[in-house]
């Protein structure tokens, strides 16, 4: 076999590349990297430990995808069921302060008038909208009666009825009192007539 000749310069820079390439290869991070430089540089080579190594890179990639995916509908589930379950909160406060008028003697047309001024101006109270609405229309004065009716406005004015404070001064123990007023109303009620005290 013919013999090569080196010079001396250029073998030890064969040793101290050989040297780096075996403390290279010795350590596991760095056997890595080589590695994968070289399948960079010759992208045919056969380096099993890189190719296994970017089979399952990719496998526990879909993997992390899918359960990426999956956190999203979690999450977005979780956040529809707290919008709903905030809606369902509101209609039942809603429906609540809509029984509360009722008890305090609103009709169902007059309710609905005050939730159209609470969307309209934004109150998101019922019983506030309520009190701002009749603010806003305060109820019609009441009308004074017309014509001559049951009561006699113009007639005699009634006798003022000393019976009850006769009573209360004798603290019910007056039989006099008590007698007057029980033949006064007897008499009434025969004579069908309006009482004189």
Same mark, same amino acid.
Do not use: C
């Given at each position: 076999?013919?013999?090569?000749?080196? +010079?001396?310069?250029?073998?030890?820079?064969?040793?101290? /590349? #050989?040297?780096? *390439?075996?403390?290279?290869?010795?350590?596991?991070?760095?056997?890595?990297?080589?590695?994968?430089?070289?399948?960079?540089?010759?992208?045919? *080579?056969?380096?099993?430990?890189?190719?296994?190594?970017?089979?399952?890179?990719?496998?526990?990639?879909?993997? /992390?995808?899918?359960?990426?995916?999956?956190?999203?509908?979690?999450? +977005?589930?979780?956040?529809?069921?707290?919008?709903?379950?905030? *809606?369902?909160?509101?209609?039942?406060?809603?429906?609540?302060?809509?029984?509360? /008028?009722?008890?305090?003697?609103?009709?169902? +047309?007059?309710?609905?008038?005050?939730?159209? #001024?609470? /969307?309209?101006?934004?109150?998101?109270?019922?019983?506030?909208?309520?009190?701002?609405?009749? *603010?806003?229309?305060?109820?019609?004065?009441?009308?004074?009666?017309?014509?001559?009716?049951?009561?006699?406005?113009?007639?005699?004015?009634?006798?003022?009825?000393?019976?009850?404070?006769?009573?209360?001064?004798?603290?019910?123990?007056?039989?006099?009192?008590?007698?007057?007023?029980?033949?006064?109303?007897?008499?009434?009620?025969?004579?069908?007539?309006?009482?004189?005290?």
């Amino acid at each position: 076999m013919p013999v090569t000749q080196v +010079d001396e310069a250029e073998l030890m820079q064969l040793r101290q /590349l #050989h040297g780096a *390439a075996s403390a290279i290869l010795a350590n596991p991070e760095s056997r890595k990297l080589l590695q994968r430089a070289q399948k960079i540089v010759n992208p045919q *080579a056969r380096i099993p430990e890189v190719e296994i190594e970017e089979q399952v890179e990719r496998q526990v990639g879909g993997v /992390l995808a899918e359960v990426q995916k999956l956190n999203k509908r979690l999450d +977005d589930d979780a956040s529809e069921r707290s919008v709903r379950h905030q *809606a369902a909160e509101i209609q039942a406060g809603w429906d609540r302060q809509k029984s509360e /008028l009722r008890a305090k003697g609103f009709t169902d +047309d007059g309710i609905a008038k005050i939730e159209q #001024h609470a /969307l309209k101006e934004a109150i998101p109270n019922l019983r506030a909208a309520a009190n701002d609405y009749m *603010a806003l229309n305060p109820p019609e004065a009441p009308q004074a009666p017309s014509g001559f009716g049951s009561w006699d406005f113009f007639g005699e004015a009634p006798v003022e009825d000393t019976f009850v404070p006769k009573m209360i001064e004798s603290r019910g123990d007056n039989d006099a009192v008590l007698n007057s007023e029980i033949a006064a109303t007897l008499t009434e009620v025969r004579s069908q007539r309006p009482l004189g005290r």
